[in-house]
């Protein structure tokens, strides 16, 4: 990758230029935009486009897909005719260089794919049979608001349910965001709480620092001699800019530590050293490390002394008995087991040599920056990961500190969209967790406020109509999707459920209304960078809608004109009126950015927000007397006591490991002896572009396989494999490699699910075999924690 220096200006054109010249451009907005939009040699900002037939518009795309990158389409005569990305004569010198990736480049195929859904489409077979019938726009709205109309007099608001969808939400505004907007202006719904993504991290982190944003922007990292990523693949993952700064600190001479079960792109890019774990045994190899960083006396003594509360006997909380402290707990004077790196080396077969170097280095280079990604945390032990990962920082005194981190990522998103969609409040106050949703639909009654419902005590309808707008959520990225497909077959429980995608995806199959959306190049949208990002790019209309497509604004605008409410719900706003309102409410928020007017934005096309590094609880540290940590004790609570008086074996008040349901010490390890973990592949964005064909020459979908456990099963490479447990079955070829380490096997999250027709999964989509158990304190998703047993099919 190159970074901004390789982008010398040949002009001598400095940012204050840039903007100067922005501004002039701007000052005839109508000629800009013609500009943009004109034929042959055109000059946009300071960027100069070759002279031809077409336009290169600067967009971007509102995916979920980690990154948001700098897209050139070229249309001509209506048509997108090629993809290309920023170039390096692109002569803004402070933009990340953010180059578009395999995905990007092949939007295109996605666009103009042949499968695309061309027309409304109503359900005819059995639910999930996946027969249905063209219908008119007129009768899809019709029948929407006839069932919500139904559907609510006969259950009420809380039986109105909108499901997870991630595929529009790079981006302030979606079909989403517009479709929760109408239910509460008719009622209300059901609402729910907790991020698949990383939620397990999001509860869990403000039990030691009294908040969960822990992240630092990444240009405070540039000094860092060390960095730990724990689980963290940005390579792949991409992370708004990261790599941009990854890859200029190894330039710099950062030494990078991978600790991953797998392989990944992010180690075999960037690492010095490759640290293989068993999955869901972190805390283990944790605890390991602060027994040797505590034990040799590393750890910063005045940091804990000053700030931390729990290290030893000497300060515990009041009401607590004695040997609750961490170093009680490391040294065994709790239960008589001391956490050496011999005890670690068997729970995650990390040698015990390793495990004492990994903690010296550590502790000894300062600062040092342990990055938790969300791979580890999307675990049924995820909660304990990302806290464990917070006590090792603080130890070693790593918050708040300049090339230090604190734990799991959490990034910095305080300077992006500070206005959004109005949203009138939700009459509805009860919530579940995303988890709870099949139960919610299949028997609501049995949700209680211990499986996670809130502002209630019990549910008063089970979901009856269902909203799934750019999700594939019902079924493929639904852990157990057996036991979800079981309740949505059943037409007597979700009486109506809408789905809008561009694919028959699986989870479409299970809509009894089927809507094709337009994708992001037909429609308008601001693309937002994720976490430390700190830029936005327009996200314009290139094309018009192929086929009958429709975005979903567009029809549940229609559908609230039937229901009564047109004006209200739309305030006379086209999509592109609420994308300016938007813009124009952030741009008046933070007067000191001077953000451009949209008709600016329309030809400089992004915006960079000023520096400004941030460092997370950097002024608690700095000041402690009058910035107190916003926990209960005002300290790090290395020891938590709210954890304590739950009293729950899984939650610890003091993160340390606590053997995994499914994790390799499970009795269940002696039918299915292999952990599956599963990862966010370069070839698409979660389940999104499964279908482009380029993408999947990139990477077939394959069961990464050790040869040790090859071997003992007979498996050779390209061997068609069965994956198997109780939950399910799918049938793939096996790509047996070093890349994992023995004892693990890995798929790539988000194939399509397609099972035949004795119900084995053909696609290699490890939903068939995960498991839908919730974390104890989040009442989050466990995707991650699976056993298999693999053999030759
Ligand atoms: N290319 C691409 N980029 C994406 C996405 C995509 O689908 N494709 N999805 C986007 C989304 S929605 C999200 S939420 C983020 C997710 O980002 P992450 O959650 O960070 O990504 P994952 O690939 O799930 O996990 C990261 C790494 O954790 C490792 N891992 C798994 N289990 C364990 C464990 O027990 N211990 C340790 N130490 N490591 C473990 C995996 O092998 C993997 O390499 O990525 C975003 N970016
Ligand atoms: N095994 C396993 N499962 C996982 C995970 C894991 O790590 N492992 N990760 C979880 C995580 S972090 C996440 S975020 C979820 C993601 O799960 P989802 O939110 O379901 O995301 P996708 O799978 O990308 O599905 C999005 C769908 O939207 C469609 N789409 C794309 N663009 C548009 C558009 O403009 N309009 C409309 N209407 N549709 C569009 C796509 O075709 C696709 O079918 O998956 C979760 N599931
Ligand atoms: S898919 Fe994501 S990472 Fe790839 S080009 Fe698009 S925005 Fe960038
Ligand atoms: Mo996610």
């Known amino acids: 990758m190159k970074n901004n220096e390789d982008c010398k200006d040949p002009s001598g054109v400095n940012r204050r230029d840039f903007v100067k010249l922005s501004g002039m451009v701007a000052a005839l907005p109508l000629i800009g935009f013609k500009f943009a939009h004109a034929g042959g040699k055109i000059s946009v900002a300071s960027q100069e486009f070759p002279s031809s037939p077409e336009n290169i518009v600067p967009t971007c795309s509102s995916f979920d897909c980690g990154g948001k990158c700098d897209i050139r389409a070229h249309v001509q005569e209506g048509v997108v005719t090629r993809i290309s990305t920023r170039p390096d004569a692109d002569l803004d010198p402070e933009m990340p260089i953010m180059r578009a990736c395999v ?62 969808g991630t595929a529009v939400s790079g981006s302030p505004f979606s079909g989403d965001t517009m479709v929760r907007r109408l239910l509460n202006q008719t009622g209300g719904y059901l609402n729910t709480y907790h991020s698949v993504s990383m939620g397990n991290t999001a509860a869990a982190t403000p039990y030691t620092y009294g908040a969960a944003a822990s992240g630092n922007t990444l240009d405070t990292l540039a000094d860092t001699p060390l960095v730990i990523l724990w689980g963290h693949n940005p390579n792949e993952t991409i992370f708004g800019h990261t790599n941009h700064y990854f890859q200029k600190m190894k330039q710099n001479g950062t030494r990078f530590i991978v600790v991953d079960p797998r392989y990944s792109d992010t180690a075999a890019s960037l690492a010095d050293q490759w640290i293989p774990l068993l999955p869901s045994t972190d805390n283990a190899l944790m605890d390991a490390m602060m027994y040797v960083i505590i034990t040799e006396n590393l750890h910063d003594k005045a940091f804990v002394e000053r700030y931390t509360l729990g290290f030893d006997e000497r300060s515990m909380p009041e009401g607590v008995p004695a040997n609750e402290s961490l170093v009680a707990y490391l040294t065994g004077a709790k239960d008589g087991v001391k956490k050496t790196p011999e005890w670690a080396e068997k729970i995650t077969h990390v040698p015990a040599q390793t495990i004492r170097q990994l903690a010296r280095d550590y502790a000894t280079t300062k600062p040092a920056a342990l990055i938790q990604g969300w791979g580890p945390q999307r675990h049924n032990c995820g909660e304990r990961t990302a806290r464990g990962s917070t006590l090792l920082a603080t130890i070693t005194g790593n918050v708040g500190v300049k090339g230090g981190w604190a734990g799991g990522y959490g990034g910095d998103s ?53 909203f799934s707008l750019a999700g594939n959520y019902l079924a493929n990225q639904n852990p157990d999707i057996h036991q979800a497909v079981k309740v949505l077959e059943d037409d007597s429980k979700i009486e109506f459920i809408v789905a809008s995608d561009l694919f028959l995806t699986p989870s479409a199959k299970y809509a009894d209304l089927l809507l094709p959306e337009t994708s992001f190049m037909e429609r308008w949208n601001i693309g937002e960078s994720w976490g430390t990002g700190n830029y936005l790019i327009l996200s314009e209309k290139l094309i018009e809608p192929q086929f009958e497509s429709r975005t979903d604004y567009d029809w549940i605008r229609e559908v609230a004109g039937k229901l009564g409410v047109e004006k209200e719900f739309s305030l006379g706003r086209t999509e592109k009126d609420w994308i300016v309102s938007i813009w124009e409410k952030t ?14 934005l329309l030809i400089t096309r992004r915006y960079l927000f000023k520096d400004k590094p941030h460092i997370a609880f950097e002024a608690n540290i700095r000041d402690p007397q009058n910035n107190p940590f916003p926990t209960p004790s005002g300290k790090i609570e290395i020891f938590s006591k709210r954890l304590y008086d739950m009293q729950h074996p899984e939650i610890p008040a003091l993160s340390h490991y606590v053997p995994a349901h499914e994790g390799p010490e499970d009795e269940l390890s002696a039918r299915f002896p292999l952990q599956l973990i599963t990862w966010k592949g370069k070839n698409r964005a979660n389940s999104t572009q499964y279908a482009n064909p380029w993408l999947k020459e990139v990477l077939e979908q394959k069961l990464w396989i050790n040869p040790a456990d090859a071997m003992q099963r007979g498996i050779a490479q390209g061997d068609s494999v069965r994956i198997h447990n109780d939950r399910g079955v799918t049938l793939i070829p096996a790509e047996v490699t070093q890349r994992i380490m023995p004892g693990v096997v890995a798929l790539q999250a988000g194939a399509w699910w397609q099972p035949d027709e004795n119900g084995v999964d053909r696609g290699g989509c490890a939903n068939v075999l995960s498991s839908a158990r919730i974390t104890a304190l989040a009442k989050g998703n466990s995707h991650q924690t699976m056993l298999v047993e693999v053999v030759k099919a």
């Open 103 to 164: 995905r990007g480049r092949s939007y295109r195929k996605f666009v103009y794919h042949p499968d695309r859904l061309k027309y409304p489409m109503k359900r005819v077979g059995k639910r999930g049979e996946g027969k249905f019938e063209r219908i008119s726009w007129d009768e899809a709205t019709t029948l929407i608001a006839d069932n919500l109309k139904r559907i609510t007099e006969k259950y009420g608001p809380e039986s109105r349910y909108v499901h997870v």
């Open 414 to 466: 305080s300077r992006k969209f500070t206005a959004g969609v109005e949203m009138p409040d939700n009459p509805v106050s009860k919530k579940i967790s995303v988890m709870n949703w099949v139960q919610a639909a299949d028997d609501a009654s049995k949700i209680t406020p211990a499986d996670g419902l809130t502002g209630g005590d019990k549910l008063d309808s089970n979901i009856r109509i269902l």
């Open 587 to 600: 741009r008046e928020s933070m007067p000191e950015e001077k953000l451009p007017t949209f008709d600016e």
